[in-house]
């Protein structure tokens, strides 16, 4: 239904005709709900004296036409139209305008609604959710359902008799109606559990939900949970010397580990201390360094920390990432499980709450150091009035997309005649680092660097001024604003401390972004107040062994995902990326530690070219065949000169990153390491020179053609399930949002 909003057809129009034909209030309702919720409307308000005078037989129309208007202001601000639409419908303090909406639009209460409310229930999947949370399985659920629906009809339940639902209704809407439906279903469920289990089935469940019971992590690690930790929570804006203080502790510590959210960073650390004369060895999913003799540190990134070792000391970096959907999880276990004396965590202050809640529920004792900006940072009062002649050296302009960076790197240049480096997510961290070093140094004739928010982490760059050339991303379905916590990491980079710009300024390529900007700069903290969890291999191996079903690794991790219980504090991880690596992987033959292994490789789904060499090397590993990079992974011989031709070059690299991280697990079949080092290193060459003289051109040329296809052929022919892949991975808006999460994802790729 949503498709229809687009700015080729009239929501306006559908509406109204949608109202005209009189569906119920509730459908109509909800769409409005999802017109606001998608526009971000809910703080809005109509003003009550405009509702007052309103003929009642146009009120539909006007708050339809309210909505619209409001919606198309947020969803397409280039137009004017709607904009000034919207400034005459301002919303009332004292009524969302849901409510509103509810209070003008509620109907009577009779048998249909009740009809219709139950049948609402019965396929909202919010609701089956939320029942598979508590623990009713979807199979349970479909058949408990039908029952519970047959029984109020029937006014066999009397605490969600039909008067009770009318009065609940009257009272407070549609929302109440659905929270009394769900309590009283959830009720008759559980009591009614024998009816559609047997009791083998109820006990298999009961296990089932012992294992994916999540709501107690501090308990897996038994040995941190003997020792009087003491952890210090270092909290500041960028560029305030967290990282420099618990790096300092971590320098004069008898043994300890940095933990990073970046390979890059890992390696910056081990390379530091090493240089400081401090023995220090690096470990990453694909990469082992290690120096001879007492070795007193490791630097790793956060999901390759040893929970097993006890240390002295341990640094865990951007410990605001605990809230990452993705990767939350790893922050969460190195917090919980390392058996660390003393543990720094540094990030942002909008973890304080969490990590106090945390400390508390383990015992630890908490000590909090807050940070001041080192260097000062000022707002511009005026934008470049979208001349790009007006950026000068020292200039980080951010922009999103590979496409647009490329495009303004090309405009810059042409404008001003100064040479731009340039740092997106999906270039290999070893780039991103020399595109640094290009831009740092005075004489590398690279004055300016165009980056996206890769630029936001572990990169130290002399940057005088940022500048946004935009302050929307896309986020794989339309356009959305920077948060306030991501402008304000972006321009925070701007006048970093000790370097030969100390005041940092930030401004925006137009005045509306740079409003926008100042006000981000200006908001007040948003907390995070939950932390990440996922099963480890062993709970997800049991779970399998429990599951009596004959289920696709996907459909078990599904399950999983349905009957997990976590504790308010905690949130399970995003599965999403983990059911499409299995889904791709199903008709492999291997035991389910190494599925799991496999379906938690650092893969970035939404590139083809890596899925396909995923599922090649998968099977491989199914075939037990020994698996050579070489005869897989042919570089071109020269430097891609496009980027579109670059962006395979990329992906290759990430085949080569994804070879490495499995050689670490399986070597007996992933035997090239040496080879997979060596082309790695010719691979970033490749990149590093492509990006010296690429051109900005849309066009791809023959012979990087054949060579890609070459590449994708070995990956793509030889896997039976490449149609399964194309139809499952790679098709339409799934597509488009993972292309979407490259950017991002890449940034976060340890
Ligand atoms: N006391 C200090 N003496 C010398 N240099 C310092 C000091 N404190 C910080 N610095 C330098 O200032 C810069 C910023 O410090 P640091 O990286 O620790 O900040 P941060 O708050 O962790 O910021 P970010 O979140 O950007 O990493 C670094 O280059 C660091 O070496």
Known sequence: MWTKFNK????FHWHKSLISRNPSIQYHTASIERTLDRSRLLSKRVPSNRIASIDPSTTRHFSTSA????????????SGYADRRARNLQYPEEL??????????????????????????QRNGNIRKQCGEVGIPPSVFKLAVQDFVKAVENGDLPKCGNEVLENAYEESGVVRVRKLLLSSFLEYAQLNMSKYMSEEQIQTFSSLRQISDLRFPADWYAKARQMNRKVILHVGPTNSGKTYNALRRLESAENGIYCG????????????MNAKGIPCNLVTGEERREISGQVRLVSSTVEMANMKKTLDVAVIDEIQMIGDPERGWAWTQALLGLQAHEIHLCGDPSVIPLVKELCENVND????????????????NKSLYNEFRHIRPGDAVVTFSRYQIFAVKRMIEKATGLQCAVVYGGLPPETRSQQAKLFNDPNSGYDVIVASDAIGMGLNLNVKRIVFETVKK???????????????????????????????????????????????????????DVAGLQPNAEMVELF???LSENVSFSQLLQKFEDLAQVDGQYFLCNFRDLKIIADQIQPVEMSIADRYAFVTSPVNTSDVLVMAYLTKFAQMYGKKEPCHLESLVRLPEQAPTTPEVLKELESAHRVIMLYLWLSYRFPDVFVSVENAIETKARCESLIHESLQTIQFSRKRTKFSRSKTRHMEDIALQSSSDYGNAKRKGFNG???RERRRRNDDQQLYTA
């Open 96 to 121: 969302s305008p849901l409510q509103t909406l509810a209070r003008l639009h509620r109907k009577e209460w009779d048998d249909s609604m009740l009809k219709e409310h139950l049948a609402q229930f």
């Open 733 to 735: 808006a799934e597509r």
């Open 67 to 78: 909505i619209f208007y409001r919606a198309q202001t947020y969803s397409n601000r280039e």
């Open 365 to 380: 004792e908490l000590e909090i150091k807050e940070y001041k900006r080192l260097s000062p940072l000022i707002t511009s």
């Open 544 to 546: 399998a062994h429990q």
């Open 261 to 272: 959210p970046l390979r890059l960073l890992a390696h910056e650390i081990y390379e530091r």
């Open 474 to 528: 896309f986020d794989g379905k339309s356009h959305r604003y920077l948060t306030p916590s991501q402008i304000k990491q972006i321009a925070g980079r701007a006048g970093r401390f000790g370097t030969a710009h100390e005041v940092g300024e930030v401004t925006a390529m137009e005045d509306g972004d740079l409003r926008y900007v100042t006000k981000a700069l200006n908001a007040a903290v948003t907390h995070i």
């Open 8 to 11: 080729h057809s009239s929501f």
